[in-house]
């Protein structure tokens, strides 16, 4: 994302006719059909009197296409293309373009009036409105907002999934190797462990934060330029209300997932049983995206609101959703994210009186019923 503006120039958005010289010289044609005595003349593609001479002319390098009009054009519209093509599926769009222009400039040359000429070439330039139920019409927002408004979100989407998986790990092996190597237990002597469990959600919230900070700046720097060289697409930028809420999906999305470690690497009696554990975990990050599809052709329907609303999907799920077209207001965003926040809470809260007890169990595995006293007992 960083380099590929670098590399980008600028698109020439002028009409396809108007292309310079220097580029037109690069394609060569024969007129067998007689219908184009001034194509070719000044600066335009170079005329050949034999189809030898134009193939030999790609062979040597001097062109690198040539265009053989065929004798019956006006009837077929057929045009030989030959060139030194690559690949599974050769084509050359950027010239086909070009000269079919040229094509339709020389077929109405002289004929019709240059105003009349001008509009054959560029028929029309859409704007689109949608029409409600009661009538009225509304301006579609330009391309550029409608790609960012998908690439954007599922992006930071797939990036907070990727996250949130690393930083349970990282989360989940710091929790049990402590407890394995019975640091934890000279600690606690001094500390609560809400306070350790706490000391540990800010230093890993904290590091996956700033990460994610430099993504967004990098994003905010080279999305709307990447958008604004393809001619046509318009002008994109990022709304500061999208930027808080990816802002916010990530902050409950690492205080949910950090909690889940802390919980499961507490009961589990060996950093390898914890990972087997909690192996589901991560994945939950990247399960919206397994409906992306059914998101796709109704992102307010039941599946969305689903995936905004279950705790554990919500931080991504809002993203795909938004990504996806869904309508949410402020307030629905902010409820789902509560949902979040709470259940966050719950499972820091549960995992803080387990914590205590796990150590005293070190090499045991936690059941039900030692799960149900630890929370009962503990202080």
Known sequence: MLVVPLFQGE???????????EDLRQMGFLDQSGLFPALGEQSGPVRYQSEGDGLAAVARGEIESFYVITEDYLRSGKVEEYAEFEGRFPSDPGGEAVLRALLVDGLIRGRVDLDVTARVLDPAQFGSFRVASDGTATELTPMAVEIGGLLVPLLFGALLGMGLAVGFGYMIQSVSEE??????????????????MGGKLLALGTIGLTQAAVWIVATALTVPAMLGGIPGVGEFTISAGLWVTIIAC?????????TLAIFVGSIAPSSREAGRLGGWIPVLGFAPFWFSGLLMMSPDGWAGRLLSYIPFVAPTGLLVRIGA????????????????????LVVLWISTRVFRAAIFMRGQNFTRHNLWVALRDAD
Request: glycine share 6%; proline share 2%; aromatic share 6%.
């Open 11 to 21: 698109e020439d958005t002028s009409d396809t006719a108007t292309a310079s010289g």
């Open 179 to 196: 407890k394995e190597s019975r640091l934890v237990e000279v600690v606690i002597t001094s500390a609560s462990p809400l306070s350790i």
């Open 250 to 258: 990530f902050i409950m999305g690492y205080f949910l997932t950090t």
């Open 325 to 344: 077209g869904g309508e949410m207001d402020a307030w629905q965003i902010a409820a789902a994210l509560a949902e979040v926040a709470a259940t966050s």
